[in-house]
């Protein structure tokens, strides 16, 4: 989950696999999984390696109507214990979300939940935070009204919203990108005009990344300086050791499939 600070990260919601994941939506990075057992175990590896991290972890059973119910991230913004639901973008995706908003609303009880209304869209996928400063991808998958809906709640919050135009060729903002900290983005080349995140403030950069590991660019940074990454981004890899931080590498290539990177399958609370 993009939304929340390193400080902010103890908790977090997943969902499993479905048997039916070899129909999720796939046009971007992947074709379709074909071997649903191994995206399984990948997904078992990337609970545990949170679990040994020091987070709390929750899993919700899979729906196998939902091939996509794994992509959590999608399904629920939380900003500093704030919860907006947005109206997925995809229409094969909106029936996912009655659990996961039940869940979090029993947890965060007390707190406001919004919805989103009328013609607005997002999915969460297309929010990316550096400290407080937040980023929103114009994609596919969210609109303008939905953009006005995330501006609203970020500008009640005091915080900063930049858009960013997502190229056709992407899924998500968080499909091409990731903050593994608080003060640094990772962005694959070629694919964001070199100043699409605007003045960044005091001490925070842009690490562009090869075009090729435009996958690799999305990573789970942790309170205890481990990093989840995706295996086979060699770039990726040697820059989070050059900046001091502890790589965590896993298998990803059945997910990927499924165009889910290692946001999309959790959801920080
Ligand atoms: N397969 C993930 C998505 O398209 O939303």
């Given amino acids: 989950m993009a939304t929340v600070r390193l400080d902010q990260k103890s908790r977090a919601l997943t969902r499993a696999i479905p048997t039916s994941f070899d129909r999720a939506l ?15 175990h990948q997904h078992a590896a990337y609970r545990q390696a949170m679990i040994d991290a020091g987070i709390e972890v929750t899993i919700l059973p899979s729906d196998n109507n939902h091939p996509d119910c794994t992509f959590v991230e999608d399904q629920a913004v939380v900003i500093d214990g704030h919860v907006l639901l947005p109206v997925p973008g995809h229409p094969s995706r909106v029936a996912e979300q009655p659990p996961i908003a039940e869940f979090i609303t029993r947890q965060l009880s007390g707190t406001k939940i919004c919805r989103m209304q009328g013609d607005a869209r997002m999915d969460g996928g297309d929010i990316l935070r550096l400290g407080n400063l937040f980023f929103v991808g114009r994609s596919s998958r969210t609109n303008d009204a939905g953009i006005e809906e995330l501006r609203d709640l970020l500008a009640h919050l005091g915080h900063e919203l930049r858009v960013i135009d997502i190229p056709e060729h992407a899924l998500h ?22 100043d699409a995140f605007g003045e960044l403030p005091d001490g925070c950069e842009v690490k562009w990344m090869p075009a090729e590991e435009v996958y690799g660019c999305n990573t789970i940074g942790l309170p205890n300086g481990q990093v989840l990454i995706a295996e086979g981004y060699p770039t990726v890899l040697k820059t989070l050791v050059e900046m001091g931080l502890d790589p965590v590498v896993l298998d ?17 609370f």
């Avoid at 903002?173 to 070199?194: H, K």
């Avoid at 990803?252 to 920080?268: H, P, V």
């Fill in 26 to 40: 796939a046009k971007f990075f992947g074709s379709g999984p074909t071997d649903i057992a191994l995206a399984q």
């Fill in 252 to 268: 990803m290539s059945q997910i990927r499939e499924a165009d889910g990177s290692l946001t999309c399958c959790s959801l920080f």
């Fill in 173 to 194: 903002l968080t499909s091409i990108s990731s903050t593994p900290t608080d003060s640094v983005i990772f962005a694959p080349q070629g694919f964001l005009p070199e």
